[in-house]
């Protein structure tokens, strides 16, 4: 969108006053006989815009004007003087309607320049203005909006356009007024308002609400200021910044953090509309670049917008010196918890336009407390450090207090997860009208209750964790809703507009527990089966790693459901209460119809009698209709969860009448009805059917990651980084001797070897991206050299937590000691308690230590597991055969390049921490490399680091190493 200045844009001196009446924001002139009032007795708020005319700054709003984007400017001396003639007209008018007796303004205009100018002009005129949003489309959500905002402002003036007017017809209530016919007032005389009441009110701000049940926030006059000034002092702004606003007044993202903030310093603001934006993200910087913006604020949702556009896909902007970030130097954002990848990668993108340090800014706020009560400075560069997925907020302004209780209100220690509150001379009083919600809003000793979930890190730093509202609670175990949101954004799937993917929980009539239903907005009109039964498959796959559960419902829903408040928020609540009402019922039941014919019309029908049982004992177990699975669909994608597996796998094998046992092995190194039954032939030896190649995820064009199996011999801890991973194939390398009857490996190089043909018959072209977890990291060393030599190009080479040299570490355990380190990596018992034991069992017989271990494991981890005695022990034998290869083995030659990951050590290595377990074991891979080892942090432990708790940090960090490596 072409951006450009009006002529005479940029004089910063005072303009030329006329009497002449009210004029379009264009024109400069206001009445002049109120320029000459002296000693006038104002309100704190008309105090600092008063003040501010004294200077030359003023505001500059972008507008539409010749097919293009310019700019018109109004000095704050400007602004006061119109604001004291509309006053004039105001009071005119309340002096003609002598019966009205709410001093309540509702003000309901589409641009940043009328709202700011009417805002004043109530003010001015001794009224309370309060700022209402844009209403949404849906006809009788709008009225019951209006009629409620009506009531609750006590039959207010509605002062808006005539172009504005109609939405304000149906209600017979509304007292409206249009500025177009406001009488022209030059007989009167402006004089300050009454000075504010007691409690200070100064203006009205309506949250949590666009279909009626809004609440009215009271910021009075000290408040507001108090928070322009702490904002200003935790910031370090001055008079020679320029702010930059997209945000409507009605969110005091706008009115307080960008409007006051800089009018109370003399700065300079820009106001752009959101819809210009939003429209072409990448005016964004255009903007910061012309107007040489210092200061600005964002939500996530857009700096996420900016990312995918990329300024290097912009011809004009390609260049460097097209573009000019450099003034730029506070970005803040709020409204919604920021992503870690979304900030570093806006951080790389403007620096390479010339912004110096990190800008990014993000911050915690409500309407309750004037926007942003905690702002951080040092982002990303902090939370890449501490390997988070969602950034801190920072700490509190001056004039804000934080604290994180637990349910009994006391507080928690830093670190520990609880309820936040709020304290300060920033924080508001009341709700108007509620009394009910204010006394509902705070604790007895007045700490405000925000409803948020979060953390303090030891260093002071807030995390926001979710709201407590936005929680889905299926069988006693909370998921926050913005968790589900973010994996499934991050994957951006085809089909699915970005940042308009919303879930929210949903309790079924009946139901034991609560569910949770995803909405998402379609990029395409022109939909079929085949892409609605994609999206549907892969938004399921990637929820319900995290939640174990398929979601009850997945629907596409137009664009004119995605109503979003002015900070470009989507309520969840709205949501769901639309839901509920039965407003997606139609878009509900066209999607399934349309996935439902294309999956009858694709369907492979079971062959045989042992394919129709194994179908409908999944199709039972998973709640799914038998007519719409094919006995070829991979059973993960179906919904099944590495738990629902285990029992699916034994209740297969009576069904089926197998003699040997079917392992959780064949079941995903067949994840298909068809290829399970298929496998299933007790005539053949193990030995003749065993294959290491374990496919964990089939789909995706990019590189296929390998990863060799832990001590355990099994791949199923891989099952939920696999789901993530849903771009390229992957596959998972097992050991010989998982199944029964199958022989050991005798060596780790029999070991690689072994694997490396795998590779080669399933890959046979690079390049290859291998990594091992734990003492597999070792046999992918030894793969990869394979490969090299072989004359492949391997372009990554990842260990998980582990050193290069194993033998120290396993290859002295006894049959009991590794029996009792497979129990603790399997949660049968916990880490402490293994190291106080392996002593005690060491050197004691197999059925004794079994015996110990199966009396001392808690019974519902092993019925999860579906694991009995000989099953366990089939496990020990398998970490104890790896322990005597480890025993013979010493790591020789060298890779070029290797990732290794850091997490916490196990106890029974050291207890000196990370540092040491880095610095004396995992840094010896120097020695390995020829040409660049990197180290990256991860969370968790080396036991549960690709765990549910963990395993979504640690993706995130691997993805992007692969597309470092050119993957």
Known sequence: MRLETLDGYGTRGPETQSPTAIKGLGDSSVGSPLQQQQDLNLSPLLSVLEKSAHTTAGLRFVSERNGGLAAERLTYASLWSRAQNDACSLI????????????????????????????????AAGGVPCIAPPFVSDARLRRDHIAHLIHLLENPTILTTEALSSVFEDDVNASIQTIESLPVETELTFKAPAPPTDDGLAVLMLTSGSTGNAKAVCLNHEQMLQAAAGKSAHSKTNSKDVFLNWIGLDHVANLVEIHLHAMSLGAEQVHVQASHLLADPLLFPRLINQHRVSVTFAPNFFLDLVVSQTLEKDPELHNPAQLDLSSLRALFSGGETNVVKTAVELTRIFQAYGTKTEFICPGYGLTESCAGLTWGFNCPSYDVKSGSEFTSAGAPIPGGFVRVVNHDGIQVPPGEIGDLQLSGPVIFKKYYRNPEATKEAFTQ??????????????????????????????????YFCSEVETAIEQIKLPGVAPSCTVVFPHRPQGASTEEYCIVYKPTEDDVTGESRAYIDDNISRISSVITNKKPFRIIPLPESSFYRSSLGKLSRAKFRKAFEAGDFQEADESNRSSIHAFRMANRDAPSNPAEESALNLACDMLGLQAEEVSVTDNIFHLGFSSLDINAFACRLQKALG????????????NPTIRSICTDIDDSKHPDESYDPVVVLQPNG???????????????????????YLSDRPVYG????????????????????????????????EGPYAIAGYSLGSSVAFEVAKLLIANGDEVRFVGALDSPPDIAPLVGNLTWSAALVMVSFFLGLIPERYSNEVIPRLWNEAPDVALEFIMSNAEPARLEELQLDRTGLSRIADIAHNFGMAARKYEPVGSVPTMDVFVVDPLLSVTEGGRKEWHDKFLYKWKDFVT??????????????????????VFQRILQDILVARGL
């Open 701 to 723: 064009d990019k590189t296929p990651f390998w990863i060799v199996h832990p001590a355990s011999g099994n791949v199923l801890v891989f099952i939920p980084l696999s789901r």
């Open 658 to 669: 197998s003699k040997n046992a079917i392992t959780l092995t064949e079941v995903l190194r």
């Open 733 to 764: 390398l097992r050991a010989r001797g998982v199944r029964l009857g199958e022989r050991f490996f005798g060596s780790v190089d029999e070991m690689a070897t072994t694997y490396f043909h795998g590779i080669k018959r399933t890959q046979p």
């Open 92 to 123: 005119s008018l309340r002096l003609a309607q002598p019966t009205r007796g709410s001093s309540n303004v509702l003000l309901y205009f589409n641009t940043n320049s009328d709202n700011i100018r009417w805002f004043w002009a109530v003010l």
């Open 931 to 952: 040409q660049d080892l990197k180290f990256h942090q991860s969370s968790g432990s080396h036991a549960d680091m690709l765990g549910p708790k963990h395993v979504r």
């Open 445 to 478: 000793d007045g700490w405000f209750i925000t409803g948020d979930q979060a953390r303090i890190d030891s260093n002071g730093q807030l995390h926001i964790v979710g709201r407590v509202k936005d929680t889905i609670n299926m069988n006693g175990v909370k």
